[in-house]
């Protein structure tokens, strides 16, 4: 395996965090793969001449966040996104087979288990989507995207209230952040999820490697996750040979300056208007759910979820879910559709009016270089 780690020493960024972001970005965009081991702590020690406790504390801060888990005697490896379904099975009948007996072993009655059958017989495709994240922000700015890319109706859904009534998500495809799917799924075993990464398109890399050094980047946005994610990866890629600033667009009065002076102004969907009505010279769109997302969300669109059951057994034992869902049909089909070179980590997308990239960039300055300031 081949892993392509960069440290900056001179970019202010503690070695930790850029190994951890860069490990995360490896993990969510399928360098590595799921169930594939880690080099160890030593060996990768060795490789970057750093101290093997600080790559002993990245691996048990991606341990922590659910990315990787620990095999005594084995090593580290990445964990699975998800169960997978009976990968085994050479055919129809022998995944029913397989399943059956998984249901009986776990003590689900012959009554249930027909019940459970029939109610995904009448099952239908995903009627909306519905974004749960602890963050308003975060889910606010996936929606926006959706809105904007898809017919099917699109929701947030604070995790506090989906807590309180799994059932909302019933029926819908839910979207969450790959930090959040292990307890969405949790909460509602039978609801379709899909998983939204926070990932670098190769563009966006190129755009801030084409800087001259010293210019100054403004990274603005409607949500404080991204915030954090984006100062880590832009210090580790150019460390102090570029002033890299991030901002809340709720805090006008932190970025109005800010905004005219820098040379290159990265912004999401909720921002971009914000920034260019200041004056910003060159802006850079950056899309949370890149092209290679929205080809999965679309297939997703197309597969059947449970849907309202009246009936005894629409509770499944132990889910804490509950099957209840208003409305029906699907709205299966994005807007647009095209080829999309975009990596993204198990999730593929089209987008509407776009060409092949995630970023779009915009303004006084091309991507191979921008206006310089004044002295």
């Given at each position: 395996?081949?892993?392509?780690?960069?440290?900056?020493?001179?970019?202010?960024?503690?070695?930790?965090?850029?190994?951890?972001?860069?490990?995360?970005?490896?993990?969510?965009?399928?360098?590595?793969?799921?169930?594939?081991?880690?080099?160890?702590?030593?060996?990768?020690?060795?490789?970057?001449?750093?101290?093997?406790?600080?790559?002993?504390?990245?691996?048990?801060?991606?341990?922590?966040?659910?990315?990787?888990?620990?095999?005594?005697?084995?090593?580290?490896?990445?964990?699975?996104?998800?169960?997978?379904?009976?990968?085994?099975?050479?055919?129809?009948?022998?995944?029913?087979?397989?399943?059956?007996?998984?249901?009986?072993?776990?003590?689900?009655?012959?009554?249930?288990?027909?019940?459970?059958?029939?109610?995904?017989?009448?099952?239908?495709?995903?009627?909306?989507?519905?974004?749960?994240?602890?963050?308003?922000?975060?889910?606010?700015?996936?929606?926006?995207?959706?809105?904007?890319?898809?017919?099917?109706?699109?929701?947030?859904?604070?995790?506090?209230?989906?807590?309180?009534?799994?059932?909302?998500?019933?029926?819908?495809?839910?979207?969450?952040?790959?930090?959040?799917?292990?307890?969405?799924?949790?909460?509602?075993?039978?609801?379709?999820?899909?998983?939204?990464?926070?990932?670098?398109?190769?563009?966006?890399?190129?755009?801030?490697?084409?800087?001259?050094?010293?210019?100054?980047?403004?990274?603005?946005?409607?949500?404080?996750?991204?915030?954090?994610?984006?100062?880590?990866?832009?210090?580790?890629?150019?460390?102090?040979?570029?002033?890299?600033?991030?901002?809340?667009?709720?805090?006008?009065?932190?970025?109005?300056?800010?905004?005219?002076?820098?040379d290159l102004v990265?912004?999401?969907?909720?921002?971009?208007?914000?920034?260019?009505?200041?004056?910003?010279?060159?802006?850079?769109?950056?899309?949370?759910?890149?092209?290679?997302?929205?080809?999965?969300?679309?297939?997703?669109?197309?597969?059947?979820?449970?849907?309202?059951?009246?009936?005894?057994?629409?509770?499944?034992?132990?889910?804490?879910?509950?099957?209840?869902?208003?409305?029906?049909?699907?709205?299966?089909?994005?807007?647009?559709?095209?080829?999309?070179?975009?990596?993204?980590?198990?999730?593929?997308?089209?987008?509407?009016?776009?060409?092949?990239?995630?970023?779009?960039?915009?303004?006084?300055?091309?991507d191979g270089g921008?206006?310089?300031r004044s002295s």
């Amino acid at each position: 395996m081949a892993l392509d780690i960069v440290l900056n020493r001179r970019g202010g960024v503690p070695i930790r965090d850029q190994l951890v972001t860069q490990l995360e970005l490896a993990i969510l965009d399928g360098t590595l793969a799921h169930g594939q081991r880690l080099p160890s702590v030593r060996s990768l020690a060795r490789r970057l001449k750093v101290h093997h406790n600080t790559v002993s504390a990245a691996y048990q801060d991606l341990e922590e966040n659910g990315h990787v888990e620990l095999q005594r005697g084995s090593g580290v490896f990445v964990r699975r996104g998800g169960t997978s379904a009976l990968p085994e099975a050479r055919g129809l009948d022998e995944m029913i087979r397989l399943a059956l007996h998984a249901a009986f072993r776990k003590g689900f009655s012959g009554v249930e288990i027909r019940a459970a059958v029939e109610r995904w017989l009448a099952a239908a495709p995903p009627d909306r989507i519905v974004v749960v994240d602890p963050s308003p922000e975060m889910a606010d700015l996936i929606v926006h995207e959706l809105r904007q890319l898809f017919d099917v109706p699109a929701s947030p859904c604070a995790m506090e209230d989906a807590v309180r009534d799994p059932s909302r998500l019933a029926g819908a495809l839910t979207l969450v952040l790959p930090y959040h799917l292990a307890a969405v799924q949790g909460l509602a075993p039978g609801v379709a999820v899909e998983v939204v990464t926070l990932e670098v398109a190769d563009e966006d890399r190129q755009a801030i490697a084409a800087l001259p050094a010293g210019s100054i980047v403004l990274f603005l946005s409607h949500s404080p996750t991204v915030l954090p994610f984006a100062s880590v990866f832009l210090r580790s890629l150019r460390g102090d040979e570029i002033l890299v600033e991030t901002r809340l667009l709720s805090e006008p009065r932190e970025w109005r300056r800010l905004v005219r002076a820098a040379d290159l102004v990265l912004t999401d969907v909720l921002s971009t208007e914000a920034a260019r009505k200041a004056g910003a010279r060159r802006v850079r769109e950056v899309r949370v759910v890149q092209p290679a997302a929205l080809e999965r969300l679309r297939d997703a669109l197309t597969i059947v979820t449970p849907r309202r059951d009246s009936g005894p057994h629409a509770v499944a034992r132990n889910s804490g879910a509950h099957a209840v869902a208003k409305g029906s049909g699907s709205h299966a089909a994005a807007k647009g559709s095209g080829p999309h070179a975009v990596r993204d980590s198990g999730a593929h997308a089209v987008a509407r009016k776009s060409g092949p990239h995630a970023i779009r960039d915009s303004g006084g300055g091309q991507d191979g270089g921008s206006p310089r300031r004044s002295s």
